[in-house]
């Protein structure tokens, strides 16, 4: 029982304390910073920037799984949303990584919270179960949160979270690219999504 319990806590560390995380990079206004947390291979990787909206508008956004393949072109391939209700929801991913190597997907189980002073919570991690669907290489450890918080009138500070298991390691600089550059599209894909109200 005993290693039980160890093992689904190394298959689902904390995310690491905000004084964990060191600055690493700052691009297109996205500050970059990372943590490590014990008993897992990659690092938590977060990024922090602002947006021109409302913190409700931002979450609408980010749970609109039905449109993740528009928002996220050219990351995510396909975004199914197998279950979802109003705190919660399980989407099959499938991220598109280029020929020769396969595509790499995931079931991830979000959870959708309110935090005072307006803001909100959207966190997540993989949560396959018998009979989801399964495309290309299956990355095992999804987990991360997006925390929003207001910021004044029609701004949102946005901080986003995830670890770093790629579903690959195909070098050291391929990795820290990927690590760089994951915020800025994540925020990206955020604007974009705002820009076309959501929908």
């Not at 913190?55 to 990351?75: A, I, P, Q, R």
């Not at 959708?112 to 399964?134: F, I, R, T």
Request: hydrophobic content about 40%; proline content about 5%; overall charge negative.
């Amino acid at each position: 029982m005993i290693l039980f319990a160890l093992a689904l806590l190394a298959a689902h560390p904390e995310i690491p304390a905000e004084a964990d995380f060191k600055p690493s990079s700052t691009e297109s206004g996205i500050a970059e910073s990372r943590a490590q947390a014990a008993g897992v291979k990659w690092p938590f990787v977060r990024g922090d920037g602002g947006v021109d909206a409302t913190c409700d508008e931002v979450k609408t956004v980010l749970f609109y799984f039905e449109h993740y393949e528009k928002f996220f072109s050219g990351v995510v391939r396909k975004a199914k949303v197998l279950a979802k209700d109003d705190a919660s929801a399980r989407v099959h991913f499938v991220w598109a990584y280029p020929w020769p190597l396969h595509d790499r997907d995931a079931v991830v189980g979000y959870t959708l919270e309110a935090v005072d002073g307006g803001g909100w919570l959207l966190s997540w991690h993989d949560d396959a179960q018998s009979g989801d669907p399964k495309t290309g290489v299956r990355i095992a450890h999804v987990e991360g949160a997006t925390r929003m918080v207001p910021a004044g009138e029609k701004k949102c500070a946005v901080t986003y979270t995830y670890y770093g298991d790629l579903g690959i390691d195909i070098s050291k600089s391929v990795n820290e690219k990927v690590w760089k550059t994951e915020p800025v599209k994540y925020f990206e894909a955020l604007r974009k999504g705002l820009a076309s109200g959501g929908q």
